[in-house]
T-cell receptor, first 112, second 112 residues
Framework: DAKTTQPPSMDCAEGRAANLPCNHSTISGNEYVYWYRQIHSQGPQYIIH???NNETNEMASLIITEDRKSSTLILPHATLRDTAVYYC?????????????FGQGTRLTINP | SAVISQKPSRDICQRGTSLTIQCQVD?????MFWYRQQPGQSLTLIATANQGSEATYESGFVIDKFPISRPNLTFSTLTVSNMSPEDSSIYLC?????????FGPGTRLTVT
């Protein structure tokens, strides 16, 4: 089972920052938080990941709370092409391998 | 990143038949993963394929139904056996590279 909960849907205006929340209250100390997005049945696209420090790359920023029980993905200037389903995932170790177990994700709609 | 290709990109098959999906990666990887995405649903991990060893299957998936081959470090196949309409899904290959995981474009399977 996925270790994350996300709102099923969100809307954001084009040009504004999109802030996508995620709860992962049962995360273990060595488990990473990953974010992916999926645009209309294409393969999921990697966005960013982190352990405890905030992370930033050319796509987004990831803010992880100090207790690591929640995080927020920030798209600083959302465009219409950012409309997608966004998955917050805790990477877990099962059967000797690190695995991504997907939850239901947040359907983000960017409005003009 | 990783360049992953899958064949076929889509297929329509009759119930009771089998389909083998191929996954090719542009460079050597240790771990490969197979996911299923049923219509309107999130991704579900089917199995993990480590080169040189038997694939490990997640709960609810069995080798007789989804046999996997991993003959080398750049290639894997997933067979969907004795298909029924409930097997209609997108099947995705994924590879691990360092701490990141990348997905192929998927194979859209429709069983009639």
């Amino acid at each position: 089972d996925a270790k994350t909960t996300q709102p099923p849907s969100m809307d954001c205006a084009e040009g504004r920052a999109a802030n996508l929340p995620c709860n992962h209250s049962t995360i273990s100390g060595n488990e990473y938080v990953y974010w992916y997005r999926q645009i209309h049945s294409q393969g999921p696209q990697y966005i960013i990941h982190g352990l405890k420090n905030n992370e930033t790359n050319e796509m987004a920023s990831l803010i992880i709370t100090e207790d690591r029980k929640s995080s927020t993905l920030i798209l600083p200037h959302a465009t219409l092409r950012d409309t997608a389903v966004y998955y917050c995932i805790v990477r877990v170790r099962r059967q000797g391998a690190q695995k991504l177990v997907f939850g239901q994700g947040t359907r983000l709609t960017i409005n003009p | 990143s990783a360049v992953i290709s899958q064949k076929p990109s889509r297929d329509i098959c009759q119930r009771g038949t089998s389909l083998t999906i191929q996954c090719q990666v542009d460079s050597q990887v240790t771990m490969m993963f197979w996911y299923r995405q049923q219509p309107g649903q999130s991704l579900t991990l089917i199995a993990t394929a480590n080169q040189g060893s038997e694939a490990t299957y997640e709960s609810g998936f069995v080798i007789d139904k989804f046999p996997i081959s991993r003959p080398n470090l750049t290639f894997s196949t997933l067979t969907v056996s004795n298909m029924s309409p409930e097997d209609s899904s997108i099947y995705l290959c994924s590879v691990e590279r360092g701490t990141e995981q990348y997905f192929g474009p998927g194979t859209r399977l429709t069983v009639t």
